[in-house]
């Protein structure tokens, strides 16, 4: 086993200039990361210098035995932490050889969005507070929970320190290690309210970036992000998603966001939709959430849909946070989406089913 570690740890810069790429993309079910390497003659720092792969998509649900040919498309790169050196984690997109984006590609119609000139002018910002339950490979339970049962009730493990309140922060500490080292975003982590629960924050990143960097920096770690992994008195777990945009970050920027805010609750059975699987056994009115089928605003208020902190509010600028988005959704369609409707989209009717509080 020292031989193996050996050369798993082994410098290639001393004896040659070939890099290994390891291209990263999502796979068939919406969730699940996929990826493959290759050896390139030297260092890269532009994806598109790189050159374009492809994989067998009829072994990932991305396509049919008969035409399975799926085409990556190199978008982002990031340090390899795994391997170290100048080797590289190359996050990539999904076409079809005739080079139509394929049904799993979400960044292709996110990218259009924040292409707009309208949607540029604004520099929308983003930062993504993603959820995750660490859980046992060989029993699916909650990572430090006694087997088959349950620990005390929620409230001494949020933010906590201590062996019997803090369970997995030797995994969370190297994942955050491994995320600055990559030269992804990350701004934060910390425990959450039920145990075995992690958070961690990337951003503030501009627009189409954010769905990039969240999306690489779930590659190397094994969690669950269903919404409510398990069921009763316990959180869910959610991806609050906090905007701005060069409008709201102004002077006078607060009557902005309360206008963006109008439009999200005119939308809201819209973004519901796009904002994750199995959200409904979440967002129950409880568990500092919003009834699914409700819109509501407030300041400071966290069992609100959407979240004015009092900062922005005291300052009349800033940002607010839609804690709407479940732990699996897509960050390219939670974003974009957003995007689109505070910036391009035009109301005509109510359409959804909002309720704003004044």
């Not at 955050?176 to 503030?204: H, R, T």
């Not at 804690?323 to 409707?341: F, H, K, Q």
Request: glycine letters at 12%.
């Amino acid at each position: 086993m020292a031989q193996l570690a050996d050369l798993i740890n082994l410098d290639l810069s001393d004896c040659t200039e070939k890099i290994i790429a390891e291209y990263i993309w999502v796979g068939g079910s919406g969730m699940d990361v996929r990826s493959k390497a290759r050896t390139l003659s030297g260092p890269v720092d532009d994806p598109s210098k790189l050159p374009k792969w492809n994989f067998d998509g009829s072994s990932t649900g991305q396509a049919t035995g008969d035409d399975s040919e799926v085409i990556l498309c190199p978008q982002a790169i990031f340090r390899d932490p795994f391997r170290k050196g100048k080797n590289i984690l190359v996050m990539c997109d999904c076409y079809a050889p005739n080079g139509e984006p394929i049904p799993t590609n979400k960044r292709h119609g996110a990218a259009k969005i924040f292409s707009q000139p309208d949607v540029k002018a604004e520099e929308p910002w983003f930062g993504i507070e993603q959820e995750y339950t660490l859980l046992e490979k060989d029993t699916n339970w909650p990572l430090g929970w006694p087997l088959g049962g349950y620990p005390g009730p929620q409230g001494p493990y949020y933010c906590a320190a201590g062996a019997d309140k803090s369970y997995g922060r030797d995994i969370v500490d190297a994942h955050y290690k491994a995320c600055l080292y990559a030269g992804i975003d990350i701004s934060g982590i910390n425990g959450e309210v039920m145990p075995g629960q992690w958070e961690f924050q990337v951003g503030p990143t501009v627009g189409i970036s954010a769905g990039d960097q969240r999306i690489t920096e779930i590659a190397g770690v094994v969690v669950s992000f269903d919404p409510k992994p398990i069921p009763g008195d316990w959180n869910g777990a959610g991806a609050h998603t906090n905007y701005s945009t060069k409008s709201m970050r102004s002077e006078g920027g607060y009557e902005v966001i309360k206008k963006a805010i109008q439009k999200l609750g005119l939308r809201h059975r819209e973004h519901i939709a796009a904002y994750g699987d199995g959200n409904e056994r979440r967002l129950t009115g409880r568990h500092e959430t919003a009834d699914i089928n409700t819109f509501i605003w407030g300041v400071a208020n966290r069992g609100a849909s959407v979240r004015v902190g009092r900062d922005t509010e005291k300052e009349g600028k800033g940002y607010f946070e839609d804690r709407r988005p479940a732990s699996n959704m897509d960050p390219y369609v939670v974003t974009s989406l957003i995007a689109e409707t505070t910036i391009l989209w035009k109301p005509s009717h109510s359409n959804g089913n909002g309720v704003a509080a004044p």
